[in-house]
């Protein structure tokens, strides 16, 4: 009788084991990836998965300090793929925190914009493989500045008392500490403590204006009529304009500051064909346009962008002008005169 049990067992996991197998592929294959939030939509790995059989888990950073700490202190032990942006890619090699990637594997390779190629940060492209640019901009409420009395053509604009807390602004040190730099005549990539320190007095005039820093979705306070400018990524923007036709975008005397965020594989990896895989895969023009249709970044795919849309390619948040990113100052490398940075930005938000 036992035997017959037994027996009987065994015939229904090989049978469940057989049907299992039907349909959608499943390998146990994982990709374990570190990105920024609200980047790339979910359709995108579900349709990974369902080609390759490779299940993406994703974990989300609000920015580029938040993953630098997280990967010193051991990450690259638990991630395959990083999100980084250009000024963080080069000390990331010299802190061997990234491994050279196979570009060879990398059929759609050449859909990236050869702008976006070859960066003084990694000059042959070894280390890091484009992804999509971010371009800070001002976003304002048409109606709700109106209201205030409120123009602004100029950073010092920000300081009008009448946005006393009116204003969303990214919660990411370089972005924020380089406009007040900007709007008082400096390199916004200056290493000199003094000029970094000096930005203090500016950045304490805008915070009164703050209502919240926010880099997961500042788009949400945009969209909703809660504030009355933004200090955003140009990806919340469109966003932000598409939800709402009271969003607009202004470019101020000023140049914006612009970063370029790059794919780079972990030091300890562990599923590097999977990672070559996934790169390969978003560079698809297809797939491309689907990220971008939800999350409408600055395209480096030229055969993507060759396929998009009017609500992308008319969104001035979404596809902005060239002329702009032209302008645009990219945010560099400072080295140990972060700390100074950080310790302003934290002096800011904390008075």
């Known amino acids: 009788m036992k035997r017959n049990i037994i027996a009987l067992f065994v015939t229904a996991v090989l049978l469940t084991t057989l049907f299992s197998g039907c349909g959608k592929k499943e390998s146990g ?80 390779l050449g859909n990236i914009s050869s702008t976006a190629m070859n960066q003084d940060f990694d000059p042959d492209n070894q280390y890091s493989i484009p992804f999509m640019s971010t371009i800070t901009v001002i976003a304002v409420n048409r109606e709700k500045c109106k209201d205030l009395g409120i123009e602004i053509h100029t950073f010092n604009d920000l300081l009008n008392p009448a946005l006393e807390n009116n204003i969303v602004a990214v919660d990411d040190v370089r972005e924020i500490v380089g406009i007040a730099l900007k709007a008082q005549g400096q390199d916004s990539n200056t290493c000199d403590q003094a000029v970094v320190e000096a930005s203090l007095s500016w950045l304490l005039e805008l915070q009164p204006n703050i209502k919240a820093y926010d880099s997961d979705s500042p788009k949400t306070l945009l969209a909703a009529n809660d504030v009355a400018v933004g ?15 009271d969003i607009d975008v202004i470019f101020t005397e000023e140049p914006c500051q612009i970063s370029m965020d790059n794919y780079v594989m972990s030091a300890n990896a562990k599923n590097v064909e999977n990672a070559e895989k996934f790169l390969d895969f978003i560079h698809r023009p297809e797939i491309y346009k689907m990220m971008l249709d939800e999350f409408p970044s600055v395209c480096l795919n030229d055969a993507a962008l060759a396929i998009m849309d009017g609500e992308y390619l008319d969104n001035p948040g979404s596809n902005v002008d060239a002329s702009e990113i032209a302008r645009a100052t990219l945010i560099e490398e400072v080295g140990d005169a972060v700390v100074w940075y950080d310790e302003v930005f934290t002096k800011m938000k904390t008075n």
């Open 29 to 108: 294959e994982k990709l374990y990836l570190y990105n920024w939030t609200e980047y790339i939509p979910q359709e995108v790995y579900d349709a990974f998965e369902e080609e390759t059989g490779i299940k993406v888990i994703e974990s989300t950073f609000s920015s580029n300090e938040e993953m630098l700490a997280k990967l010193t202190a051991g990450g690259s032990d638990q991630y395959d793929l990083v999100m980084a942006s250009n000024y963080v890619v080069e000390a990331m090699i010299k802190q061997e925190l990234i491994q050279p990637i196979h570009k060879e594997k990398l059929e759609n």
């Open 231 to 245: 200090i955003v990524y140009n990806t919340d923007a469109g966003m932000a304009i598409k939800e709402n036709p």
